[in-house]
């Protein structure tokens, strides 16, 4: 690992308890010369999606060999497993319910590793706080350079991947899924680039979108202000992600969207 090797917290845990402070004291305790970069602690409680494309429109921009740790987890203390997932660049640790898939997927997965080893774990691990108790400790070991393989045994039947990290694609048609909105009220779809090229859509198109029952028309367009002031339209975000917005507004408020609702985008012209 490298002298001072990196390590991001990417948690749902908010900004007014102990929690986040607990994990990099941990993490300090273990490997005292780690860098701690806090990508966010403000993912929407329980939000498995928003956590896995947070974590996705992110760790691509840190140093190779940086170790993500993301705790969005409502299912701590049960049979859900604690992971560590290798890519091509970096190195992931957090539960197995989907929050590290978008971004171990796109980097290329190499390795993934069921964390057994109760030796890297800290000696009381609680029911209730997975992130300081196992996924801190862990990724602190890995920091100091224990191997990989120290973790525990290779998980050969692949790891969660979950049903929103892709839409479905129907001739010119795409069934999406919200993945994330942002503070500006921009809905982010599981759709990328990628299905845009599957459906032939190009800028200036006309798109019909229904949402919760209602047709909408809007345009395809390269950016926010191509659309007039309250103009609802979709766009490929910086992510490469198509995005529903409202030009200076909040599409999440007009359309009354939030994480996990579906909605149909097809491209007419």
């Known amino acids: ?10 948690t749902d845990f908010g900004y007014r308890d102990h929690y986040a402070a607990a994990m990099k004291a941990v993490i300090l305790s273990i490997c005292p010369h780690a860098r701690i970069v806090d990508i966010t602690h403000g993912v929407p409680k329980f939000d498995v999606r928003a956590g896995a494309y947070l974590l996705k429109a992110s760790y691509k921009y840190f140093p190779r060999h940086t ?12 049979e859900r497993r604690g992971i560590v997932v290798k890519t091509r660049n970096y190195v992931f640790v957090g539960p197995d319910n989907g929050v590290l898939a978008l971004a171990a997927l796109e980097d290329s997965v190499e390795e993934v590793r069921v964390i057994e080893n109760g030796a890297l774990t800290l000696p ?13 400790p862990v990724a602190a070991h890995l920091a100091r ?25 129907h001739g010119r048609a795409l069934e999406c899924e919200v993945i994330y909105i942002d503070d500006f009220g921009n809905v ?13 859509a190009s800028y200036g198109a006309t798109c019909s979108v229904l949402v919760r029952g209602r047709e909408l028309a809007m ?3 390269p950016s926010y202000g191509y659309a007039g002031e309250g103009e609802p339209l979709l766009l490929v975000n ?32």
């Not at 001072?4 to 990417?10: C, D, K, S």
């Not at 009381?124 to 801190?136: E, L, M």
């Open 1 to 10: 690992m490298a002298r001072e090797p990196v390590i991001t917290l990417l």
């Open 219 to 221: 345009r395809f367009l």
């Open 124 to 136: 009381r691990v609680s029911r209730t706080f997975h992130g300081r108790d196992v996924f801190a």
């Open 145 to 169: 350079g224990v191997p990989l393989a120290a973790v525990g045994p290779l998980v050969r039947d692949g790891f969660n991947v979950p049903e929103f990290a892709e839409p479905k694609v």
């Open 188 to 200: 982010v779809l599981n759709a990328r680039e990628e299905h845009l090229l599957q459906v032939g």
């Open 67 to 78: 170790i993500h740790v993301a705790v969005v987890d409502p299912g701590v203390g049960t």
């Open 238 to 269: 910086s992510e490469g992600h198509l995005e529903l917005a409202v030009n200076r507004g909040s599409a999440a408020q007009a359309f009354q969207l939030k994480t996990g609702d579906k909605l149909i985008v097809r491209f007419l012209a």
